[in-house]
């Protein structure tokens, strides 16, 4: 029986990054409807490119619907 590992999504941790820092320099600077979703923007951008570094490191690793196999 094999074993895999679920492999971690950046995305959404820089996605929740974004969003936080975005919200605290719109609440600085006194537009909050404008930098939220510029934060949000800037985690989406980071999260993908971080998620994809990792999935070109791990190139020759078996993938199962995002599931690393574990031998």
Wanted: aromatic share 10%; charged share 25%; hydrophobic share 40%.
């Amino acid at each position: 029986m094999k074993k895999y590992k679920k492999q971690k999504n950046y995305m959404e941790i820089y996605m929740c990054w974004g969003i936080a820092v975005g919200t605290a320099i719109g609440i600085i600077l006194d537009n909050f409807v404008i930098y939220m979703p510029v934060g949000l923007a800037v985690g989406a951008v980071v999260g993908s490119f971080v998620s994809a570094k990792n999935r070109n490191k791990n190139k020759n690793a078996p993938e199962i619907d995002g599931n690393k196999e574990i031998e």
